[in-house]
T-cell receptor
Framework: SQKIEQNSEALNIQEGKTATLTCNYT??????LQWYRQDPGRGPVFLLL?????KEKRKERLKVTFDTTLKQSLFHITASQPADSATYLC???????????FGSGTRLLVRP | GAVVSQHPSWVICKSGTSVKIECRSL??????MFWYRQFPKQSLMLMAT?????????EQGVEKDKFLINHASLTLSTLTVTSAHPEDSSFYIC??????????FGAGTRLSVL
């Protein structure tokens, strides 16, 4: 069956360091992958989309890589700030139906 | 600014009663909206796809008679949890698609059934 895995353990880092979050998937061949941020008690907010033919995508302090051979995406936040503390979700499109399947998310905590 | 407005943000109800949650698209028309449910520390699970002017499409395992979806206009979809029970207590979130299959989510509704 199709599966998306994100590290369930919280990632705790010092302000200024680079945070790296991992998303692995099995039994999928997605055309693209998305990353969202979710704060407690709030709906997710879109961050980045990367297509299968793109190796890397950047937006300000954010960088996403997509390795379709490893079936893995890495999400990096450089020069992390306490305000970056949140849960980060990866999501894959399900077929061509516009439906997204989400990973369970990784909580990031950036210490001042 | 916000793309989607969801109301209420929090509701408490007695077991056996019904609760309606509204999802509105702001300043644009949405022929399709999605409804998700999220239990604590778990992922968003898609419940159904709401289609304007036609019946909603439910995901496997979601009871259509319990979770009634009405998408009567191009800017409003409603989810009604009928005969709610404590196990229905969860965080319900709607979303719409804009642009390149990017989903914009409402702020969510926390449902607590006593």
């Amino acid at each position: 069956s199709q599966k998306i895995e994100q590290n369930s353990e919280a990632l705790n880092i010092q302000e200024g360091k680079t945070a790296t979050l991992t998303c692995n998937y099995t039994n999928y061949s997605p055309a693209y992958l998305q990353w969202y941020r979710q704060d407690p008690g709030r709906g997710p907010v879109f961050l980045l989309l990367i297509r299968e033919n793109e190796k890397e995508k950047r937006k300000e302090r954010l960088k996403v890589t997509f390795d379709t051979t490893l079936k893995q995406s890495l999400f990096h936040i450089t020069a992390s700030q306490p305000a970056d503390s949140a849960t980060y979700l990866c999501a894959l499109e399900q077929g061509s139906s516009y439906k997204l399947i989400f990973g369970s998310g990784t909580r990031l905590l950036v210490r001042p | 600014g916000a793309v989607v407005s969801q109301h209420p943000s929090w509701v408490i109800c007695k077991s056996g009663t019904s609760v309606k949650i509204e999802c509105r698209s702001l300043d644009f028309q949405a022929t399709t909206m999605f409804w998700y449910r999220q239990f604590p520390k778990q992922s968003l699970m898609l419940m159904a796809t709401s289609n304007e002017g036609s019946k909603a499409t439910y995901e496997q395992g979601v009871e259509k008679d319990k979770f009634l979806i009405n998408h009567a206009s191009l800017t409003l979809s409603t989810l009604t949890v009928t005969s709610a029970h404590p196990e229905d207590s969860s965080f319900y979130i709607c979303s719409v698609i804009l642009g390149e299959n990017i989903q914009y989510f409402g702020a969510g509704t926390r449902l607590s059934v006593l």
